[in-house]
């Protein structure tokens, strides 16, 4: 069958050569049958490309040309990826950040008479064409779900979905951009755009794409930022509750046992301050990324989300509260979209409560007249939820469990909250 559609591709391909949106079909057809038994097949996917593209009509890399003339007959080997990506990134990036073309080329025609004038489409258009072909090669999937019958397929389908995750979770170029993109290279450094905006692009290129490939591997990276960044396994300041009496004899000065610094506050910072300040850090990189992301993405980005957040819940595994607060910083900025998906958004804040009577516990010192700094504001947090997106008694009476397994202090104060 392979080699009858090669053929084919090869003998007639030539009359696509006339439509008049070769790139943009090439782009939708490799969209939609990414995963496809045979196009995991270099010779049918280099035959596919040959029929619908002109080269000398469009700015492709020189590894991509190079494979679709035969020149080549693989991606771009793990020396060559960064360097590959990068140029990728850094040529999004520009058409983002200042909404120029590429560099002059006399090899090609004038912009405004290419398929895509627009020089953000344009460049978005071909990466994603080139990345596509290159995950083509990555590795072809096994399952047999489209020859299944029922009940049968059903399960194939679901073993096809969980290796497929697991080819996008180990793809090269997908963790090289990922790297890329919160660890700019000095070449990305060179160009005259904010840095920011490399963040910014991969937001973009990854809801361009299918969401398997790069958006869910990039949102499922918050179990690792959350467990094994080390600013957010400790304790923010401890805050303690006093009286009328205590805050008298203290007088004007610091009440004893008052707050000490929060040490994450860099965290929460904005990118641009932190970069301003050398205080760059992963956490705070990566969660400007992730609502670059989100900013772009569609239910099953936020679905990805909720199912990360839950996991992270279910395991146990987190022990501060600077890793809650940093879990509801990551669902804050689009609360507003979560709300249109009830079941979804319960679910998250749900899962958000769970893990603050999960911590708790944990947290040394915390008892009836204490708090900390990162509680409060995770209190302020669902404050703002119940005052301008209110899921509903019903939601609250779901997670009334893990409300009353709060401390006492702190189930009061969220009751309250709640039955305002």
């Avoid at 990854?206 to 969401?211: F, S, T």
Wanted: charged letters at 20%; glycine letters at 4%.
């Amino acid at each position: 069958d392979r080699v009858l559609l090669r053929d084919v591709l090869d003998r007639m391909g030539i009359l696509y050569r006339l439509h008049q949106v070769p790139l943009t079909t090439l782009m939708n057809t490799l969209f939609v049958y990414y995963d496809a038994p045979a196009l995991h097949d270099a010779s049918v996917v280099r035959s596919l490309n040959l029929s619908l593209l002109d080269m000398t009509q469009q700015d492709f890399s020189p590894e991509f040309a190079a494979f679709v003339r035969g020149q080549t007959h693989a991606p771009p080997d793990e020396a060559a990826a960064t360097g590959y990506v990068a140029r990728m990134l850094g040529r999004i990036s520009r058409a983002i950040a200042r909404h120029l073309p590429d560099a002059a080329n006399d090899a090609l025609p004038e912009i405004h008479y290419r398929e895509i004038p627009n020089p953000i489409l344009l460049a978005l258009t071909e990466c994603v064409v080139e990345l596509l072909t290159w995950w083509c090669l990555h590795s072809a999937p096994t399952s047999s779900a489209r020859l299944a019958t029922r009940p049968a397929a059903e399960a194939a389908f679901a073993a096809e979905e969980r290796a497929r995750a697991k080819r996008a979770a180990e793809w090269p170029l997908a963790r090289t951009w990922l790297t890329l993109a919160m660890q700019p290279t000095d070449e990305l450094r060179a160009l005259e755009v904010p840095c920011a905006t490399h963040l910014h692009s991969t937001g973009v290129l990854a809801n361009v794409m299918p969401d398997e490939l790069m958006a869910f591997p990039f949102v499922r990276e918050l179990r690792s930022v959350v467990l094994d960044e080390p600013v957010l396994r400790t304790v923010s300041g401890s805050k303690r509750y006093f009286s009328f009496v205590e805050f008298a004899r203290a007088g004007s000065g610091q009440p004893r046992g008052g707050a000490t610094r929060f040490a994450a506050t860099a965290v929460f910072n904005s990118f641009e301050l932190n970069r301003v300040r050398g205080q760059a850090n992963r956490p705070n990189t990566y969660l400007t990324l992730l609502h670059s992301i989100l900013h772009y993405g569609g239910v099953a980005t936020f679905t990805a989300l909720g199912e990360t957040i839950h996991g992270l819940a279910a395991s146990g595994a987190l022990c501060t509260d600077t890793q809650l607060l940093y879990l509801c910083a990551t669902v804050g900025p689009v609360l507003y979209r979560l709300r249109a998906h009830d079941s979804l958004y319960v679910q998250v804040l749900e899962d958000l409560v769970w893990v603050m009577a999960q911590v708790c516990p944990r947290i040394t010192g915390l008892d009836e007249s204490s708090c900390t700094e990162a509680l409060e504001q995770v209190m302020d947090f669902f404050c703002f939820v119940k005052d301008q997106f209110d899921p509903g008694r019903q939601a609250w009476r779901r997670i009334a469990p893990h409300i009353a397994a709060l401390p006492v202090s702190l189930r009061y104060q969220l009751q309250c909250i709640v039955d305002q």
